[in-house]
């Protein structure tokens, strides 16, 4: 059986395993690291659970190969918070109610993430249509968006404290 | 969904990338940015031996302007097409729909060249490579040839490329003066278009017209275009917009349903191309 060495940067740390060639990135998280936070949901590239950063840009890991990432950086849902401090995006969450089952959360927070760093001061328009690639079948969207666009203003008034 | 066992190997050149599919022949499938490939190789109705990643190779992934034409790298992602200066001031239709693809996920990895070689009806980008008359250049173990793009779609998920051959550069002549329009019909916002229609308007010449999903093939809607040279306004001859097509016929949308849409979004893209902005919008 053919194996290929993956060299992947993930939430800031080096991670090397040999793999086969036609295991998916999403696997790769959840049973070779024991990242557990990426969440597997419709397997076939629609509901975005299984959504995490690659280089800093929301993509599907259930539909890209682990070894199409050696060499990259890829961030998960376990790399956001700081030690015991949470992300403004899961904050948001928490105070918006922004989610029910949970499921979906995840990938949610990684897509809101990416889109508040390209774009800090999103328009209600500008979150739905980033999110566009998440499903949610609780149908929570509008504490969803209500929650990223709380995210989006404490990550504001943070940045113009440290001003 | 687990893939079938594969062999992999990484291309870092157009170069290399041939020689590794010379060495395989059919037994191998070029993997660019997965987005269509992977899904196909999950529901296992793709089990290619040897995979062949051409997603690295650098040299593809450009947009720049050469004489009357805009050169885009087969290894551009649809994000970056979209967002790109040039392609949005002059191919605005192919920037434009390149945004429309899927969902944000799937534009930072789906790439142009991988779309196009992979032949889908349903797909986006052709009709709008077909409604620019954009010419696909293809490299292969005799050295490169253009194919234009009205020859390039040959049927359902085949397209005129060879098993040796890779897909290169798509050239889309510059149309920064020529208004466009772009209307595609889904249930939710990243799904596959239900229909969807290209157009490239009016100077110098009639509006072109692209088709998604009415047919085996990405098609032009040649009776549209007929009619309008003939005279008709664009709302006349959209209703010739499902003549010649062959739509599939499925539970989310019947054949029947499906040319009634073309007409609509016919009419709707025609009218954006010629500056207007289409009623009840």
């Keep these: 059986m ?9 939430n800031g740390e080096p991670k090397v395993a040999d ?54 950086e890829v961030e998960t849902v376990e790399g956001i918070s700081r030690a015991s401090e949470l992300h403004a995006v899961q904050e948001g969450f928490k105070e918006e109610h922004g989610l029910q089952c949970g499921f979906c959360t995840s990938g949610m927070m990684m897509t809101a993430k990416a889109l508040l760093e390209e774009n800090p001061n999103p328009t209600e328009e500008d979150v739905r249509w980033a999110l566009s690639g998440n499903l949610c079948r609780c149908t929570g969207y509008q504490n969803i968006v209500k929650s990223v666009l709380w995210a989006a203003e404490k990550m504001r008034s943070e940045a113009a404290v440290r001003r | ?33 997965g987005h269509s ?3 196909l190789m999950k529901l296992r109705l793709a089990a290619p031996e040897v995979v062949v990643d051409i997603g690295r190779i650098e040299e593809l992934r450009y947009v720049r302007t050469e004489g009357d034409v805009v050169a885009i790298g087969a290894m551009t992602r649809h994000h970056d097409l979209h967002t790109d200066g040039v392609a949005g001031r002059e191919v ?15 534009r ?18 052709p009709a709008a490579v077909l409604a620019c008359d954009a010419t696909l250049v293809a490299r292969g173990p005799d050295g490169a040839r253009e194919i234009p793009a009205a020859e390039f779609f040959a049927g359902l998920f085949t397209t005129a490329l060879g098993p040796d051959e890779i897909l290169t550069e798509i050239r889309v002549p510059r149309a920064a003066d020529r208004g466009w329009g772009f209307e595609k019909f889904t249930r939710r916002r ?6 969807g229609v290209a157009v490239l308007g009016g100077s110098p010449t009639q509006p072109a017209v692209g088709l998604v999903n009415m047919g085996e093939a990405p098609i032009r809607a040649t009776a549209v275009e007929r009619a309008l040279a003939a005279g008709a306004t664009p709302a006349e001859a959209a209703e010739h917009a499902a003549e010649g097509t062959s739509p599939p016929d499925e539970p989310h949308a019947s054949a029947g349903y499906r040319r009634h849409l073309a007409t609509v979004l016919t009419a709707r893209a025609l009218e954006r191309a010629a500056g207007g902005s289409p009623a009840g919008l």
Aim: proline residues 5%; negative net charge; charged residues 20%.
């Design chain 1, 2 to 10: 053919e194996e290929r060495r993956v060299n992947v940067t993930v």
């Design chain 1, 19 to 72: 793999v086969e060639p036609r295991m998916l990135l999403a696997h790769f998280l959840r049973e070779v690291l024991g990242l557990t936070g990426t969440h597997i949901g419709c397997d076939t590239t629609n509901c975005g659970a299984c959504t995490v950063n690659f280089d800093g840009k929301p993509i599907k890991s259930c539909t890209m190969f682990a070894v199409q990432a050696d060499g990259h």
């Design chain 2, 1 to 33: 969904m687990i893939p079938a066992t594969l062999s992999y190997r990484r291309a870092s050149s157009v170069d290399e990338a041939l020689g590794m599919l010379a060495e395989h022949g059919e037994d191998a499938k070029l993997l660019a940015g």
């Design chain 2, 37 to 39: 490939l992977l899904p």
């Design chain 2, 92 to 106: 605005p239709l192919v920037a434009h729909v390149a945004g429309e693809v899927g969902d944000p996920q799937v």
């Design chain 2, 108 to 125: 930072h990895r789906g790439t142009i060249g991988g779309s196009l070689a992979h032949g889908d009806p349903a797909a986006d980008l």
């Design chain 2, 190 to 195: 990243f799904d596959w278009s239900i229909v």
